[in-house]
C-alpha cells in the first residue's frame, strides 16, 4: 500500500478563497483523522471519521471549515473563506482501528499559506 | 476529558547518552492505547513506540522505551545511546475508542 495521500503538498492562496485539502486513507482503515499543526497550538485534532461517519467535530474551529467523507477512500477538509490564520500544516492520518491498537499512519501533509 | 500533556518543550542531550521525554495523560476509560511518535524535520510522522494499558510490561524497541506508571497516569520515553538522526519532535498521544489525541511536542536536539 503507498500509506496515506495527501494533496496537494503546497497551498498558497488569497485570504478569502475557497481551499480544499485532499486525502486518501490506507485500504481498510477504520478511522480517518483531520489535524492541524502550528507552533502555537502544536497537533490539534480538528475532525475525525469511522466508517466514514463523522464521529467527533468538536475541534472543528468555525463554520468556515468542513469536512467530508463520501466513501472508504477519500476525504476533503474545505475552507471557505480562507483566513491567514488558517496557515498551518494540515495532516491526514488513518488506522485500523481498534484490533490493531489504533495505530495511525500519517500522510506527508499539506502547507497551507493564507496571504 | 481525554488530554496528553508534555511539560518540555525543548531538550538537548550530547551523542550516546541516554534522554528521557515526559509524558502525562489523563482519561477516564481503563483499556486504551498510549504512543510516541516522532517528527524529523521532514514532517513525516513516523511512530516510534506503542503501549496497551492493559500490559504491565513496558514497551520497548530497540534503543527506545517506556515507563509506564498506570496509577500516575505518566508514559516517558528513555532514548539510550542518543544518535544524531534522533533529532526530531516527539510527540505522546493517547488513543482510547478511536480517538487520538496528541500532547504539545518537544523537540529533541541530539549534539554531537
Known amino acids: 500500500d503507498a500509506g496515506v495521500i495527501q494533496s496537494p503538498r503546497h497551498e498558497v492562496t488569497e485570504m478569502g478563497q475557497e481551499v480544499t485539502l485532499r486525502c486518501k486513507p490506507i485500504?481498510?482503515?477504520?478511522?480517518l483523522f483531520w489535524y492541524r499543526q502550528t507552533m502555537m497550538r502544536g497537533l490539534e485534532l480538528l475532525i475525525y471519521?469511522?466508517?466514514?461517519?463523522?464521529?467527533?467535530d468538536s475541534g472543528m474551529p468555525e463554520d468556515r471549515f468542513s469536512a467530508k467523507m463520501p466513501n472508504a477512500s477519500f476525504s476533503t477538509l474545505k475552507i471557505q473563506p480562507s483566513e491567514p490564520r488558517d496557515s498551518a500544516v494540515y495532516f491526514c492520518?488513518?488506522?485500523?482501528?481498534?484490533?490493531?491498537?489504533?495505530?495511525?499512519?500519517f500522510g506527508q501533509g499539506t502547507r497551507l499559506t493564507v496571504v | 476529558a481525554q488530554t496528553v500533556t508534555q511539560s518540555q518543550p525543548e531538550m538537548s542531550v550530547q551523542e550516546a547518552e541516554t534522554v528521557t521525554l515526559s509524558c502525562t495523560y489523563d482519561?477516564?476509560?481503563?483499556?486504551?492505547?498510549l504512543f510516541w511518535y516522532k517528527q524529523p524535520p521532514s514532517r513525516q510522522m513516523i511512530l516510534v513506540i506503542r503501549?496497551?494499558?492493559?500490559?504491565?510490561q513496558n514497551a520497548t524497541e530497540n534503543r527506545f522505551s517506556v515507563n509506564f506508571q498506570k496509577a500516575a497516569k505518566s508514559f516517558s520515553l528513555k532514548i539510550s545511546d542518543s544518535q544524531l538522526g534522533d533529532t526530531a519532535m516527539y510527540f505522546c498521544?493517547?488513543?482510547?475508542?478511536?480517538?487520538?489525541?496528541f500532547g504539545q511536542g518537544t523537540t529533541l536536539q541530539v549534539k554531537p
Open positions: 492520518a488513518s488506522t485500523p482501528g481498534q484490533l490493531k491498537a489504533y495505530e495511525a499512519f
Open positions: 485500504s481498510g482503515h477504520d478511522y
Open positions: 471519521f469511522n466508517n466514514n461517519v463523522p464521529i467527533d
Open positions: 482519561t477516564s476509560e481503563n483499556n486504551y492505547y
Open positions: 503501549q496497551e494499558a492493559y500490559k504491565q
Open positions: 498521544a493517547s488513543s482510547n475508542t478511536g480517538k487520538l489525541i
